[in-house]
């Protein structure tokens, strides 16, 4: 599975919308991409994945660019509730594991 | 979304003692499980993944006589800790999925102090 780049950390303002890099330059033609948050003390949650095609659900938006190198998680209107660190992940069709990186960790301001 | 529940959310045991930690699909079957391990400030690390009806398959560097993994239906699998020291003290996190290209379900994780 391709490895992904995440910044460390970073912040955001309560009401605002928060937009988390991954950079994943080897991705192959199969592999998808994943998000999951960890709030902490508690197992990860997915919030949403995708393959070439930008996505949207309830929780978020995912935005995938052409080359499929990088991609970007959407939190439209932050709250205090989503300060938690958030897993990009790339995963392929040989299996159901997923391998975690270092995530960011995103803490929402009042 | 699916369900997945650990238990016990919290165990705390002796040094040398063994523990064993359930992991359950409630509302689907999983011939597949996933057991990570994580460490305080660090990120989730895979240890093993559990098969329905076969042997588990260990990542690298993870003892498989020390964790002792039974997958023995379609929604249960069992992570025992053998022989727990204090260096077992860990955040112990299961996950299953429907299939490829779909989500994996995490459990609440499993708090193990080693005394």
């Known amino acids: 599975d391709a490895k992904t780049t995440q910044p460390p950390s970073m912040d955001c303002a309560e009401g605002r919308a928060a937009n988390l890099p991954c950079n994943h330059s080897?991705?192959?033609?199969?592999?998808?991409v994943y998000w999951y948050r960890q709030i902490h003390s508690q197992g990860p949650q997915y919030i949403i994945h995708?393959?070439?095609n930008n996505e949207t659900n309830e929780m978020a938006s995912l935005i995938i660019t052409e080359d499929r190198k990088s991609s970007t998680l959407i939190l439209p209107h932050a709250t205090l509730r989503d300060t938690a660190v958030y897993y990009c992940?790339?995963?392929?069709?040989?299996?159901?594991?997923?391998?975690f990186g270092t995530g960011t960790s995103l803490t929402v301001i009042p | 979304g699916a369900v997945v529940s650990q238990h016990p959310s919290w165990v705390i045991c002796k040094s040398g003692t063994s523990v064993k930690i359930e992991c359950r699909s409630l509302?689907?079957?999983?011939?597949?499980m996933f057991w990570y391990r994580q460490f305080p400030k660090q990120s989730l690390m895979l240890m093993a993944t559990?098969?329905?009806?076969?042997?588990?398959?260990?990542e690298q560097g993870v003892e498989k006589d020390k964790f002792l993994i039974n997958h023995a239906s379609l929604t249960l699998s069992t992570l025992t800790v053998t022989s727990a020291h204090p260096e077992d003290s860990s955040f112990y996190i299961c996950?299953?999925?429907?299939?490829?290209?779909?989500?994996?379900?995490f459990g609440q994780g499993t708090r193990l102090t080693v005394v």
């Open positions: 559990s098969n329905e009806g076969s042997k588990a398959t260990y």
């Open positions: 080897t991705i192959s033609g199969n592999e998808y």
């Open positions: 992940i790339v995963r392929g069709n040989t299996g159901n594991q997923f391998y």
């Open positions: 996950s299953a999925g429907q299939g490829a290209h779909t989500e994996a379900f």
């Open positions: 995708g393959l070439k």
């Open positions: 509302d689907f079957q999983a011939t597949t």
